[in-house]
């Protein structure tokens, strides 16, 4: 009885070890896949606005004269 019950409490401890590990790597990898996204939008932010500037449209265009006025 007693090595039906220790197999039990050991799958059971297994079962939360694996069950923690998982929770770590999704975890990781969510707030890896967060930098990443976070790095493409700001490269895309950055290549839109600065062919706003070279096309003379948006925010680029003479807005240190129009804040001076």
């Known amino acids: ?17 694996v069950l923690a590990h998982l929770i770590h790597v999704l975890f990781r990898n969510f707030i890896l896949l967060a930098f990443v ?4 939008y700001g490269l895309f932010r950055l290549c839109l606005n600065g062919w706003r500037k070279l096309r003379g449209h948006g925010a ?6 129009r804040a001076g006025r």
Not at 60 to 65: E, I, M
């Open 1 to 17: 009885m007693s090595d039906i019950l220790g197999i039990i409490i050991g799958n059971i401890v297994n079962f939360a070890g």
């Open 37 to 40: 996204l976070a790095f493409f």
């Open 60 to 65: 680029g265009k003479n807005t240190r004269l």
